[in-house]
């Protein structure tokens, strides 16, 4: 009887008053043991497109010429970068800040803005230095991305794996305890993310061996999820 409820709460669910929906809760009964299991799952994903962010800087004795210098940087940066296709291109708006005059040097002002996009993996390498390699420039992490299409049949490939992987757990437990039965009463999801792949940096030797966007670690998934099971 409860399984059926919980199925039928979610077309219930938008029936019932604000007020009401506020004041009520959904008792969650279980007549046997109640046993609670986490289960979690990833998954690999190919490869698409790379997304790329890089800090582009300038240091001149003032604001304007800073500014001015870190205008020419960028126009040098932007053509390299519509030269390797990049989509999603996003430039901030410059900061700048007052470096105070130390024994050495003497005071500046040091202008910057942020670079990001999204670019084919083949156009790693070039990235790296081409780009990597202009005056100003900071690489961060590249990081893999999987093709967007398919982030719903991945979602539920996760769920299901992962789900599987609770339900394993609380049958050996229920086992452990002389029960057999499982009903599912409550499923909690706890998330997941994607890591980034690399940092890259440029390298000032033609003759070694490129950067390979196949050696970069793939887009993985993660999704963890908590169960409750009533056992009997």
Same mark, same amino acid.
């Given at each position: 009887?409860?399984?059926?409820?919980?199925?039928?709460?979610?077309?219930?669910?938008?029936?019932?008053?604000?007020?009401?929906?506020?004041?009520?809760?959904?008792?969650?009964?279980?007549?046997?043991?109640?046993?609670?299991? /986490?289960?979690?799952?990833?998954?690999?994903?190919?490869?698409?497109?790379?997304?790329?962010?890089? =800090?582009?800087? =300038?240091?001149?004795?003032?604001?304007?010429?800073?500014?001015?210098?870190?205008?020419?940087?960028?126009?040098?940066?932007?053509?390299?970068?519509?030269?390797?296709?990049?989509?999603?291109?996003? &430039?901030?708006?410059?900061?700048?800040?007052?470096?105070?005059?130390?024994?050495?040097?003497? @005071?500046?002002?040091?202008?910057?803005?942020?670079?990001? @996009?999204?670019?084919?993996? =083949? #156009?790693? #390498?070039?990235?790296?230095?081409?780009? %990597?390699?202009?005056?100003?420039?900071?690489?961060?992490?590249?990081?893999?991305?999987?093709?967007?299409?398919?982030?719903?049949?991945?979602? /539920?490939?996760?769920?299901?794996?992962?789900?599987?992987?609770?339900?394993?757990?609380?049958?050996?437990?229920?086992?452990? &305890?002389?029960?057999?039965?499982?009903?599912?009463?409550?499923?909690?999801?706890?998330?997941?993310?994607?890591?980034?792949?690399?940092?890259?940096?440029?390298?000032?030797?033609?003759?070694?061996?490129?950067?390979?966007?196949?050696?970069?670690? %793939?887009?993985?998934?993660?999704?963890?999820?908590?169960?409750?099971?009533?056992?009997?």
């Amino acid at each position: 009887m409860t399984w059926n409820l919980l199925r039928l709460l979610p077309l219930l669910l938008p029936l019932l008053p604000a007020a009401g929906l506020a004041q009520s809760q959904v008792q969650l009964a279980c007549t046997g043991t109640l046993v609670e299991a /986490r289960g979690s799952a990833e998954l690999k994903r190919p490869t698409q497109r790379l997304r790329f962010s890089l =800090t582009l800087e =300038t240091e001149e004795p003032s604001t304007d010429a800073a500014l001015a210098s870190l205008q020419r940087r960028l126009a040098e940066v932007r053509t390299t970068l519509k030269s390797l296709q990049v989509v999603d291109l996003e &430039i901030t708006s410059p900061s700048t800040w007052q470096r105070p005059a130390s024994r050495d040097k003497a @005071g500046a002002v040091q202008a910057s803005l942020q670079v990001s @996009g999204q670019l084919a993996p =083949t #156009q790693l #390498q070039p990235l790296v230095r081409q780009v %990597g390699g202009l005056p100003g420039v900071r690489l961060s992490p590249v990081a893999t991305e999987a093709d967007a299409a398919g982030d719903r049949a991945a979602r /539920r490939q996760l769920l299901r794996a992962a789900y599987q992987d609770a339900l394993r757990q609380a049958q050996d437990v229920a086992a452990a &305890i002389g029960l057999r039965g499982l009903q599912p009463l409550e499923v909690q999801l706890e998330g997941g993310g994607r890591p980034v792949a690399m940092r890259a940096l440029a390298m000032a030797d033609a003759a070694v061996p490129p950067f390979d966007p196949a050696e970069l670690p %793939g887009p993985m998934e993660r999704l963890s999820l908590q169960v409750r099971f009533c056992a009997r």
